[in-house]
C-alpha cells in the first residue's frame, strides 16, 4: 500500500490550516493511502520525524504552509522523496513578501508540485520567482462541515428579531477585524438590534488584548472565543450574515462554510476573497467601512434579499467547493508524483 508522510502546523487549533489538513488525511486515506501524520505544534514533532522517516518508506511527502515547511525540507530523508506543497495564504501574502521571503521561496523551489487555492495567490508566486508557474496546481479548498447542534439565539442572549453577523476569524492583524466593527458601528446607529458574533482563535496576544478593550465598549459585538470545527455548524446557523473583513486571504474557509449553510456574505475584495463570489448575487465586495455599512444596510432591510443571496450562495459552495472534487485532484497529483521507496537510490545517483 503507498504510504505517505503529511506534515502541517497548527493541527491542534481552529484553523483553516487544521481543517484543510484533516479534511485532506481523511479523504485520501479513504483512497487508499496509508499516510503518517505529523503536526508541526506538537512539542515532540521533530522526535516523530525522525521516528517516522527512519523506520518507515514513504513515496511522497505532503507539507503545508511554505514558511511553516521550511523547517521540513532539509531534512536529510525527505530531501530525496518527492514533495508536494499545498499553500495555505499567509504563506504567499505575507511569508512570501516579508523578512522570511528567503526560506518560503527556497521552500517552494524544493517541491515537485505546488497547490495554490486560487489563480490569484499563483500569480504571486510567479511575480516572485516566474519558474514556479509551470509547479502550480490550482485546487480550491473545499467544505465539508460537520452536523451540529443548534445553538439557539437565546442561548447567546439574542432575539428573534435582531439581525445576526458571524465573522469567523482567528484573532491577528490580517484579519482586519476591526473593519468590521467600524462598519457595523456605523448601521447599529440606525438598528440597535444588530449583533456581531465573533468566533476564532486568538492568535496575536497584542491585537486579542486590542480587540477585547474594543469589544468592551460595544454592547452588540461578541467574541465567542475558539469553537472546535465539529461544533461550527451550530454557531453559523444562529447568523443571518457572515463576513470576512481580512487585509489578505487564501480562501476564507469559515466564510464559505456560512454561505454552505445559506448565508449571504459580505467580503472585502483583496486576493484570496476575489472570484468567491458574484457581487450582488452571492453577497457583496467591499473596501471600506462605508461600503461594509451600505452592504449591511441594504441585507438587513430587506429579509428577502437575504434569502435570495443566501440560496445562491449555497448553491455555489456546493458546486465549485465539493469535497469530492478536492479530493481527486488531489489523488491524481499523488498518483502523478508518488515513486517507490525501491527507486530512492536511483534517483539520489
Known amino acids: 500500500m503507498d504510504r505517505i508522510l503529511m506534515v502541517t502546523p497548527y493541527l491542534h487549533s481552529q484553523r483553516g490550516n487544521s481543517v484543510t489538513a484533516t479534511r485532506l488525511f481523511t479523504g485520501l486515506s479513504r483512497k487508499g493511502y496509508t499516510i503518517d501524520l505529523i503536526s508541526m505544534d506538537?512539542?515532540?514533532?521533530?522526535?516523530?520525524?525522525?521516528?517516522?522517516?527512519?523506520?518507515?518508506?514513504?513515496?511522497?511527502?505532503?507539507?503545508?504552509?511554505?514558511?511553516?515547511?521550511?523547517?521540513?525540507?532539509?531534512?536529510?530523508?525527505?530531501k530525496k522523496i518527492p514533495i508536494l506543497l499545498t499553500t495555505t495564504?499567509?504563506?504567499?501574502?505575507?511569508?512570501?513578501?516579508?523578512?522570511?521571503?528567503?526560506?518560503?521561496?527556497?521552500?517552494?523551489?524544493?517541491?515537485?508540485?505546488?497547490?495554490?487555492?486560487?489563480?490569484?495567490?499563483?500569480r504571486q508566486?510567479?511575480?516572485?520567482?516566474?519558474?514556479?508557474?509551470?509547479?502550480?496546481?490550482?485546487?480550491?479548498?473545499?467544505v465539508e462541515l460537520p452536523s451540529a447542534p443548534l445553538v439557539t439565539r437565546q442561548q447567546l442572549g439574542l432575539s428573534c428579531d435582531d439581525t445576526v453577523f458571524v465573522l469567523p476569524s482567528g484573532l491577528r492583524p490580517v484579519k482586519n477585524l476591526d473593519l468590521a466593527l467600524d462598519?457595523?458601528?456605523?448601521?447599529?446607529?440606525?438598528?440597535?438590534?444588530?449583533?456581531?458574533?465573533?468566533?476564532?482563535?486568538a492568535i496575536d496576544v497584542e491585537y486579542t488584548a486590542h480587540l477585547k478593550s474594543r469589544l468592551s465598549t460595544l454592547n452588540w459585538a461578541h467574541y465567542l472565543g475558539e469553537i472546535p470545527h465539529q461544533k461550527m455548524e451550530g454557531i453559523l446557523q444562529t447568523a443571518d450574515i457572515v463576513?470576512?473583513?481580512?487585509?489578505?486571504?487564501?480562501?476564507?474557509?469559515?466564510?464559505?462554510?456560512?454561505?454552505?449553510?445559506?448565508?449571504?456574505?459580505?467580503?472585502?475584495?483583496?486576493?484570496?476573497?476575489?472570484?468567491?463570489?458574484?457581487?450582488?448575487?452571492?453577497?457583496?465586495?467591499?473596501?471600506?467601512?462605508?461600503e461594509l455599512a451600505?452592504?449591511?444596510?441594504?441585507?438587513?432591510?430587506?429579509?428577502?434579499?437575504?434569502?435570495?443571496?443566501?440560496?445562491?450562495?449555497?448553491?455555489?459552495?456546493?458546486?465549485?467547493?465539493?469535497?469530492?472534487?478536492?479530493?481527486?485532484a488531489y489523488n491524481q497529483i499523488y498518483k502523478a508524483l508518488y515513486i517507490q521507496p525501491s527507486e530512492y537510490t536511483t534517483l539520489s545517483q
Open 42 to 78: 506538537e512539542p515532540d514533532w521533530e522526535m516523530k520525524l525522525d521516528y517516522c522517516t527512519d523506520v518507515n518508506c514513504y513515496g511522497l511527502v505532503h507539507g503545508f504552509h511554505a514558511r511553516q515547511f521550511s523547517r521540513v525540507v532539509n531534512h536529510p530523508l525527505i
Open 89 to 122: 495564504g499567509t504563506d504567499i501574502n505575507c511569508d512570501l513578501l516579508g523578512p522570511q521571503s528567503k526560506q518560503t521561496l527556497e521552500t517552494m523551489l524544493l517541491a515537485s508540485k505546488i497547490v495554490v487555492f486560487n489563480l490569484h495567490l499563483g
Open 125 to 142: 508566486i510567479t511575480a516572485i520567482e516566474p519558474c514556479l508557474q509551470s509547479r502550480q496546481v490550482v485546487i480550491p479548498q473545499a
Open 183 to 201: 462598519g457595523l458601528e456605523i448601521v447599529y446607529q440606525k438598528h440597535p438590534h444588530l449583533h456581531l458574533l465573533i468566533v476564532g482563535a
Open 243 to 290: 463576513l470576512n473583513t481580512s487585509h489578505a486571504e487564501g480562501q476564507p474557509q469559515g466564510a464559505l462554510e456560512a454561505m454552505y449553510l445559506g448565508k449571504p456574505s459580505v467580503l472585502t475584495s483583496v486576493p484570496g476573497n476575489l472570484d468567491i463570489i458574484m457581487n450582488g448575487i452571492h453577497g457583496y465586495y467591499i473596501n471600506s467601512a462605508e
Open 294 to 328: 451600505a452592504a449591511a444596510l441594504q441585507l438587513i432591510q430587506s429579509p428577502s434579499l437575504r434569502y435570495a443571496m443566501g440560496n445562491q450562495a449555497r448553491q455555489l459552495v456546493k458546486k465549485k467547493y465539493a469535497v469530492e472534487q478536492e479530493i481527486n
